[in-house]
C-alpha cells in the first residue's frame, strides 16, 4: 500500500495529529501528540510512529511494573520476611535464616505471598503458627501482637543458645 502524498491537516497517526498540511515533496509532517508534545516527524515514518514517545515510556513502565504494591506495608513485610530467611547479614539473621526458619519457594514470589495471604487486617502482623517451621501457606496467619506474644520460642537464658542453630539449648549450655 503506498502513502499518500498530501497528508491534511488533522489526519491522525496512532496519537499523533498533523498540524499543517504535507504536501508532495516534503520531508517531514508537522504534528502534535496527544499529550500535547509537538513533534516533526519524517514523512516515511508516517503511519509507522505512533507517538512522540510518550506510548513507548508508559508500555515500558508497565512491562516493568509487576504488581505494583512497592512501598507499601504489605510489601514491605515480605521483603523483611525473605531478608531475615535469606540475608546472613541481617541483624535479625540468628532468629531466622540462622536456626533453619526459611520461606517457601512459592512464596519468594511477591505475587504468590499476596494471593495466598492476602491483605494484612488493621493491627495485625505476620504470624509463624509453628514457630520452629518456615514461612508457608499452612504455616501463616495475621495475628495480633497479644496472640503472638503467646506464640514465642521460650527464653531460658540460663542454657543458652547452640552456637550451630541458634535455637535455645533445653538442658547444658552453650559450648
Known amino acids: 500500500m503506498s502513502r499518500p502524498r498530501t497528508i491534511p491537516v488533522g489526519a491522525r497517526s496512532g496519537r499523533l495529529v498533523a498540524t499543517q498540511e504535507r504536501k508532495p515533496g516534503e520531508k517531514r509532517v508537522q504534528c502534535v501528540c496527544d499529550c500535547g508534545a509537538q ?22 513502565a508497565e ?6 504494591r512497592f512501598g507499601t506495608t504489605l510489601y514491605t513485610t515480605w521483603a ?4 531475615r530467611c535469606t540475608n546472613p547479614d541481617h541483624p535479625r539473621w540468628a532468629d531466622y535464616g540462622g536456626r533453619g526458619i526459611t520461606v517457601c519457594e512459592r512464596w519468594r514470589d511477591f505475587s504468590n505471598f499476596l494471593a495466598d495471604m492476602g491483605e494484612c487486617p488493621p493491627g495485625l ?6 514457630n ?8 501463616c496467619r495475621w495475628a495480633d501482637y497479644s ?6 520460642r521460650p527464653h531460658d537464658h540460663k542454657h543458652g543458645r547452640d552456637p550451630e542453630t541458634g535455637r535455645y539449648q533445653a538442658t547444658g549450655g552453650a559450648a
Open 39 to 60: 513533534r516533526s516527524v519524517r514523512f516515511a515514518e508516517w503511519g509507522v510512529t505512533k507517538s512522540c514517545g510518550c506510548l513507548s515510556r508508559e508500555l515500558s
Open 63 to 68: 512491562r516493568r511494573r509487576t504488581h505494583g
Open 80 to 83: 523483611r520476611m525473605i531478608q
Open 125 to 130: 502482623t505476620l504470624d509463624r503458627i509453628d
Open 132 to 139: 520452629d517451621g518456615g514461612y508457608e501457606p499452612g504455616n
Open 147 to 152: 496472640t503472638q506474644n503467646l506464640n514465642r
